[in-house]
T-cell receptor, first 109, second 111 residues
């Protein structure tokens, strides 16, 4: 069983739509990370969460520790948001990150 | 803004050859990591390094792999005798706490 599961695996939407990507995990974590990977392969950290909600521009990330679930929302989506969005968790007592398989988001103009 | 850098961006090598992937972490960070991503698969942890020693490693990180911080700035990953299945994107990351900052990656192609 994967420790980190994301859904959906692929998501195609029209420009302007509200986007939600979900992440569930099965282990105790110290923090949850949302990352963005562009076609060139580089990884950019978007958020690190251990509770509640964070907002940065059009991106919002929430986490429910009791339910072991996090969501990444994108408001007013734009074609430049097209990328792979990855959920990763830091495990208690460890420094490594465990990654989900990623959600490939395509925003069409 | 400080960033993690990696060189080279792309390395092509023949099976059995040794490769060294280089990383320059963010200068005040104390924790360093290597991850890899085989094409089409998820990112996997290889090794973490703190206080000049390996603090954690995965089952992937066998005797063919080694890491070193040869000076105050570089952090290297060496693969002694590359195999075809070592072809992947290798990411370095550094942190001073929980938040890890990733480099742009080195694409390793083993032929």
């Amino acid at each position: 069983k994967n420790e980190v599961e994301q859904s959906p695996q692929n998501l195609t939407a029209q420009e302007g739509e509200f986007i939600t990507i979900n992440c569930s995990y099965s282990v105790g974590i110290s923090a949850l990370h949302w990352l963005q990977q562009h076609p060139g392969g580089g990884i950019v950290s978007l958020f690190m969460l251990s509770s509640g909600k964070k907002k940065h521009g059009r991106l919002i990330a929430t986490i429910n520790i009791q339910e072991k679930h996090s969501s990444l929302h994108i408001t007013a989506s734009h074609p430049r948001d097209s990328a792979v969005y990855i959920c990763a968790v830091g495990l208690w007592g460890a420094q490594k990150l465990v990654f989900g398989q990623g959600t490939r988001l395509t925003i069409n103009p | 803004e400080p960033e993690v850098t990696q060189t080279p961006s792309h390395q092509v090598t023949q099976m059995g050859q040794e490769v060294i992937l280089r990383c320059v972490p963010i200068s005040n960070h104390l924790y360093f990591y290597w991850y890899r991503q085989i094409l089409g698969q998820k990112v996997e942890f290889l090794v973490s390094f703190y206080n000049n020693e390996i603090s954690e490693k995965s089952e992937i990180f066998d005797d063919q792999f080694s890491v070193e911080r040869p000076d105050g700035s570089n952090f290297t990953l060496k693969i002694r005798s590359t195999k075809l299945e070592d072809s992947a994107m290798y990411f370095c990351a550094s942190s001073e706490g929980n938040e890890q900052y990733f480099g742009p990656g080195t694409r390793l192609t083993v032929t």
